[in-house]
C-alpha cells in the first residue's frame, strides 16, 4: 500500500527535521522539505505531494500564505499551516485559502496527528451518490467515492448498515465504505431488498442474520446491538415465514 506523500516547508532546521520525524512515525512519506516558495513550488512539479505542511514565515519574498495559492493553482490538495503566528490579521489571511488546519507552534506530534487524518479525510470525504431503486437488475447498484477510485458497490454485497451522524457506514463481505446520507434515506431506499431494522443505528440484511441474542444479532460473525422493540418485530417477521 502507498504511503500518501507529504510535502513539508519550514525554514527553521530544526523544526523541519521534528516534523519529518513526525510525519515518518505516522507512516507517512515525507516528498521534501524546502525552506522556500521557489523550491516547493519545483519540488510539487517533479513530486506532487498529498498534503502540503507550510510554515507561514519562510524565506524569501513569498511567505507560506502566499505560497498555498500558488500550489492550489498547480494542484488540489490540502494544507496545513504550521506557524507561531497566533494574530488576527495573520488568521484572516490564512483563512482566505482555505485551510485544512492552522497550528500554532509549539505543537505536539498528536496535534500534527490529528490535523493530519481531518485533512486527509476533508480530502478523501465521500461524496453524496444517489441509490437507485429499480426493477431493472442493471440499476441494483451505486458508486462511492473510495479514496481515488470509484467503487461498485451491488445491493445484494451489502450485509449491514450502521449509523454515524449524517453519514452511513455500509459494511459488506468485503469491506466497509462511509456515504454522505442519513441512515434513514439509505434504509428507505434498500428496505425493499429484504433489509430490516434493528436498532435506531443499525439495519441488517434479513438473510444474512446468522443468529439471534437477547439484545444482538450476529452477521459476519460480528454482535450487532438490537432493541428489544425491534427484536420483537424481527421474531414475529421469523414466524410468518
Do not use: W
Request: aromatic content about 8%.
Amino acid at each position: 500500500m502507498e504511503k500518501t506523500k507529504v510535502l513539508i516547508v519550514e525554514d527553521e532546521a530544526l523544526i523541519a527535521d521534528n516534523l519529518a520525524a513526525i510525519i515518518g512515525d505516522l507512516n507517512y512519506e515525507v516528498t521534501d522539505i524546502c525552506a522556500n516558495a521557489e523550491e516547493a513550488i519545483k519540488s510539487i512539479k517533479n513530486n506532487p505531494p498529498e498534503v502540503c505542511l507550510l510554515d507561514v514565515s519562510i524565506d524569501g519574498e513569498i511567505d507560506g500564505i502566499d505560497l498555498a495559492t500558488m500550489i492550489q493553482k498547480r494542484i488540489q490538495v490540502p494544507h496545513i499551516f504550521i506557524t507561531s503566528f497566533s494574530d488576527s490579521s495573520t488568521i484572516e489571511r490564512a483563512k482566505q485559502t482555505s485551510p485544512a488546519a492552522y497550528i500554532i507552534k509549539p505543537y505536539t506530534a498528536k496535534e500534527v496527528e490529528v490535523n493530519m487524518t481531518l485533512a486527509l479525510y476533508k480530502k478523501d470525504e465521500p461524496v453524496s451518490i444517489p441509490i437507485k431503486t429499480s426493477n431493472n437488475p442493471e440499476d441494483d447498484s451505486f458508486f462511492i467515492k473510495d479514496k481515488h477510485e470509484l467503487v461498485k458497490i451491488k445491493f445484494d454485497e451489502i450485509s449491514y448498515c450502521e449509523a454515524a451522524d449524517n453519514y452511513t457506514i455500509i459494511y459488506t463481505s468485503k469491506s466497509k465504505y462511509m456515504i454522505s446520507q442519513t441512515m434513514k434515506a439509505v434504509f428507505e431506499k434498500l428496505e425493499a431488498g429484504g433489509f430490516v431494522r434493528i436498532h435506531r443505528s443499525y439495519f441488517v440484511r434479513f438473510k444474512d442474520i446468522e443468529s439471534i441474542g437477547p439484545n444482538y444479532i450476529i452477521i459476519q460473525g460480528k454482535e450487532i446491538p438490537m432493541s428489544q422493540n425491534h427484536r420483537q418485530e424481527l421474531l414475529a417477521r421469523i414466524n410468518l415465514i
